[in-house]
């Protein structure tokens, strides 16, 4: 038997994949980003000491005590990445949805630079992620100074003075030797 049948539909669309993650790691290239995303998670994403290591993002789940959560390590941003320069920001849109972003700074920067070098770099990544979205800058952000394993006691207080200039909740960690890493988990969980 055979039916006239109804004239169908034809649609184009156009879809963007978006990764669904809890927390977002960002900062600049070499910060540790990838690093971090190894020690909390399961997750083995490339790290190496040249920036750009990253070019997709990697994700990983976080065991918590009362939750899992999923971390997002993304490519580093740099100066000018909103006009196109080093990776781009394209890919911030996969941080679109996260609760909390934990925003990684080179804390090596102290061993030759000014503490005040340090908050310049952290406005530079902020930046940039306003460029690309008002939504991302007001996300609830943990800003960690990172690789504290190869500074002194009086640099980690420098550089975390230097960064409480942001007003948001600051932690010194070093993802190498997995200082302080519980105390981060637990501010990630306080947040998401
Ligand atoms: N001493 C020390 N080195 C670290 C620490 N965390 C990361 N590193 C080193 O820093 C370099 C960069 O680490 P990655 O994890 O690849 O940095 P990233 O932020 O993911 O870099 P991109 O993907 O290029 O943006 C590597 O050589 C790491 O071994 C740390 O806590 N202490
Ligand atoms: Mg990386």
């Not at 006009?83 to 102290?110: A, N, P, S, Y």
């Not at 630079?113 to 940039?128: G, H, N, T």
């Amino acid at each position: 038997m055979a039916e006239r049948g109804k004239k169908g539909e034809k649609k184009e669309l156009a879809l963007e994949l978006k990764l669904l993650a809890d927390v977002g790691l960002i900062g600049l290239p070499n910060a540790g980003k990838s690093t971090l995303l190894s020690v909390l998670t399961k997750a083995t994403p490339k790290i190496a000491d040249y920036p750009f290591t990253t070019l997709e993002p990697n994700l990983g789940v976080m065991t918590l005590e009362k939750k899992n959560l999923v971390l997002a390590d993304i490519p580093g941003l740099i100066e000018g990445a909103s006009m196109g320069r080093g990776l781009g920001i394209d890919f911030l849109r996969h941080i679109e949805r996260c609760k909390i972003l934990v925003h990684l700074v080179d804390g090596t920067k102290l061993l030759t630079e000014p503490a005040k070098e340090l908050y310049r770099d952290y406005e530079v990544v902020r930046r940039e992620l306003g460029y690309y979205s008002k939504s991302l800058i007001e996300k609830p952000e943990i800003i960690v100074l990172n690789k504290i394993d190869v500074l002194n006691k009086k640099q980690i207080k420098a550089g975390l003075s230097a960064l409480k200039k942001a007003k948001k909740p600051v932690l010194a960690i070093s993802a190498a030797t997995h200082e302080s890493l519980v105390e981060l988990k637990r501010e990630i969980e306080k947040i998401g």
